[in-house]
């Protein structure tokens, strides 16, 4: 007679181990190509409307400060933020491989890796 696995008394099958899935996915468009295409859009509008370089260095300026006034306001709002980490359910739950498990009603059951069976093995 083949002795069952370890689960607990009344317990169903152990679970397979999951893969963790990422609390935050990564953005549609990187936020680099944002950057790139937003930069030639200014360097294109800049030149069209023949703007001298002074100009062009107080626009610089300019957009530099209100890039660092967003980053200082992420960096505020990030530090205030003191909610858990969000848990990741997945929906799709591996069940334990076939085999004998000791069912909830406490006998020794075969599992098809899908439900359980109606083979029981005997009492030892």
Known sequence: MTQPQQP???MPPPLMP???TP???APLIPHWVVVVIAGGLLVTYMTANNFTEGEAIGLAIILGIGAIIVLV???LVR???KRP???VVNAFVALA???WYV???GATRWFDGRGWTEQVQPPS
């Open 23 to 25: 609390a935050h996915p």
């Open 79 to 81: 530090l205030g933020d």
């Open 103 to 105: 069912d909830p009603q």
């Open 73 to 75: 306001i992420r960096v």
């Open 85 to 87: 980490d969000p848990v």
């Open 8 to 10: 607990p008394p009344g």
């Open 18 to 20: 999951q893969q963790a």
């Open 97 to 99: 491989p076939p085999g």
